[in-house]
């Protein structure tokens, strides 16, 4: 059974910075397809940045710029720098794996941007 831990989220005022981590149990993160996702309050869930496992990156465009992805396959790890932060950067931010037999996500970690 995989489990997506995250932390790092918090309460930053507009410019600053947070840099998220989600941890994945088990020992099959390497072929995984990794992601971030964020949804704020009635709004869907969307895509802030994904990795795929040979380390090619996408990003929304909301973010490109600001925002960082990046894995470490020995930590079973992927991070997400969010650098020049914004109000409407607050959301529950989620992390998503991809194998090809399953999906699985993580609990969230809450990122609120004051003005």
């Known amino acids: 059974q995989v489990q997506l831990v995250e932390s790092g989220g918090g309460l930053v005022r507009a410019g600053g910075s947070l840099r998220l981590s989600c941890v994945a149990s088990?020992?099959?993160?390497?072929?995984?397809?990794m992601g971030w996702y964020r949804q704020a309050l009635e709004n869907q869930r969307e895509l802030v940045a994904s990795?795929?496992?040979?380390?090619?990156?996408n990003y929304a465009d909301s973010v490109k710029g600001r925002f960082t992805i990046s894995r470490d396959n020995a930590k079973n790890t992927v991070y997400l720098q969010m650098d020049s932060l914004k109000p409407e950067d607050t959301a529950g931010y989620y992390c998503?794996?991809?194998?090809?037999?399953?999906?699985?996500w993580g609990q969230g970690t809450q990122v609120t941007v004051s003005s």
């Open positions: 088990g020992s099959i993160f390497s072929p995984a397809n």
């Open positions: 998503r794996m991809v194998l090809p037999w399953n999906t699985y």
């Open positions: 990795i795929s496992s040979g380390g090619s990156t």
